[in-house]
């Protein structure tokens, strides 16, 4: 069984290595102590018989490449900023609101629709969405005009 006085035989050489990794005592006193910390939590996993060392250095470099790894993710080591960046908020209202919508467009009439998927959603201008259409820019413009006031009528009684 792994003890604590175990680890203290090889405190001098894991604190040295932590200084090596990290590059700053503050930092290498942080990195020792949880590595001590993990090694006593996970002592039921050293093998008796190898080497103590290698196996808590194993551990200190982990810890370390982890570290960095969350630094170079969130900008910071700490976890409770990660699990900000991590945690993802239930989107149930956005698809209602898209839902929603999607209704609102499917009630325009076809004309109104098919200006509406032309400039906004293929992203086209005003005239080649006329020439597609057989119609004139004016018209296109009035149909885009009368969708759009057809939908934001329609969203804000649903919003309301």
Known sequence: MLTHQ???VHAPRLRNFSLKLTGNRMDSEDLFQSTI?????????FQEGTNLFS???RIMYNLFISQK???DLCGTSTDEV????F?????QLERLELKAVLSSIDELPQAQKDVLFLIC????SYEAAAKKLG??????????FRAREALSKKLYSHAC
Not at 37 to 45: N, S, V, Y
Not at 121 to 124: E, I, L, S, V, Y
């Open 121 to 124: 959603q293929q992203g086209m």
């Open 135 to 144: 119609v004139p820019a004016g018209t296109v413009r009035s149909r885009l």
């Open 69 to 71: 790894r969350r630094i």
């Open 37 to 45: 910390e993990r090694a006593l939590a996970k002592g039921h996993l």
């Open 87 to 91: 945690s993802i908020e239930p989107n």
């Open 82 to 85: 990660c699990e900000d960046v």
């Open 6 to 8: 175990d680890l203290l």
């Open 55 to 57: 196996w808590s250095s």
